[in-house]
Structure formats: structure tokens, C-alpha cells
């Protein structure tokens, strides 16, 4: 014994032995605005949801032909949501009560922050970029700040070392400059005297 299918909305209007169409007064029951009549923009969206089900597999190819066909044929809204009826129309929309219940990420998972650059290692590099305009005065201050700052940043784990480490060379080359000035001034003395 055989039983009759439901009919389906994209089996035409004789399809499924005679079955009442939507639009001749049967609403869909979920639909409260179904014998609404349906704009373009309406056709269009039900055809982006059909296309998108069978993109996810969920339709074959002759199905979405017959149900677009359908689509662009649809008088009322109650069509068009019947056509869709078995297929998602998208994600549901978060509300703000779900996102507040929602958990907060783990630090575990959270990119952790940069450490911050240590300020004397920082002053150590602009004293130490500073000697050939200061004729070396800001030499001994890169250097000092240069050996407080690696020393911080070994405590705290701050970052900022190879601030520190620049200002250092520049201090120390800075350094050594005046002592060789020094050198040769004194050796220029020791000359001019006993010449």
C-alpha cells in the first residue's frame, strides 16, 4: 500500500496530487505576516539561503534549481519561508545576556604583553646618541645608566637590553676618546718641556 507524498513547495502547483498552494489561503503556522506580499530584496535572500545549502551539501543541484525557480516564482513571505523551511538561515544572533553568561578566555590562551622598556636603559642609548654632539659630556651618563639599567633588567625582567648594552659602547667609546685626548695633551706637555 502506497502513500501519497507531502507535497512540497517546489514540486509546482499540480505537484504532490493536488495539495493546497500557499498562496490560496493556507499560512504557514509560524508565519504571522506569510500572505505578505514578497519584495525582490525577499526572493533574493531565500535564494541566498538555498545557494548556501547546497553549497554545505545540504541540497543537490536539480533540488536548488527547482526551489530557486520556486524562489523567483513566490508571490507571498509564506512561500519563501516554506522553500527554507529545512535549511539555516544564517547564525543566530548573540544577545547581550548570552555574551555576559559567556566565559572569559584563559590568560593561558591570551597573548601575553611585551614587558615594558626599561627607562634607564632608554636614557642610556639618548645619552649615548648624544656624545658626538655634546663632545663626549654625555659619556660617563650612558655609561652609568647603561650598567643600572642591565642591572634592573635582570631583577625585573624588564625589557630594554640592548638599549642598555648601546648606551654602554657609546659611553664607553665616549669615555675612551677623553682619556686618549687626555694622553696626548699630556704627552704634547711632557715633550714641550723637556724640548
Known amino acids: 500500500m502506497s ?3 507531502p507535497w512540497q ?3 509546482g502547483q499540480n505537484g504532490g496530487g493536488g495539495a493546497p498552494q500557499p498562496w490560496q489561503g493556507q499560512h504557514h503556522p509560524q508565519q504571522s505576516n506569510a500572505s505578505m506580499l514578497a519584495s525582490t530584496a525577499d526572493r533574493e535572500r531565500a535564494v541566498d539561503v538555498l545557494r548556501a545549502g547546497f553549497g554545505e551539501g545540504r541540497l543537490q543541484e ?3 534549481d527547482r526551489r530557486v525557480a520556486r524562489a523567483y516564482e513566490a508571490r ?3 512561500e519563501l519561508s516554506l522553500l527554507v523551511a529545512d535549511l539555516p538561515q544564517g547564525p543566530v544572533p548573540m544577545t547581550a545576556t548570552a555574551q555576559q553568561q559567556q566565559p572569559p578566555v584563559p ?3 591570551l597573548a601575553a604583553p611585551p614587558p615594558p622598556n626599561n627607562a634607564k636603559a632608554v636614557g642610556a642609548v639618548v645619552c649615548g646618541a648624544l656624545v658626538p654632539f655634546t663632545a663626549g659630556l654625555t659619556g660617563i651618563p650612558a655609561v652609568i645608566l647603561g ?3 642591565r642591572a634592573e633588567i635582570r631583577r625585573t625582567g624588564e625589557s630594554g637590553d640592548g638599549f642598555a648594552t648601546a648606551g654602554l659602547v657609546l659611553g664607553w667609546l665616549a669615555v675612551a676618546g677623553w682619556a686618549l685626548l687626555l694622553l696626548l695633551v699630556m704627552v704634547a706637555a711632557v715633550a714641550t718641556s723637556h724640548g
Open 3 to 5: 502513500y501519497p507524498q
Open 62 to 64: 536539480d533540488e536548488l
Open 76 to 78: 507571498t513571505l509564506g
Open 107 to 109: 590568560r593561558t590562551f
Open 9 to 11: 513547495p517546489w514540486q
Open 147 to 149: 650598567h643600572q639599567a
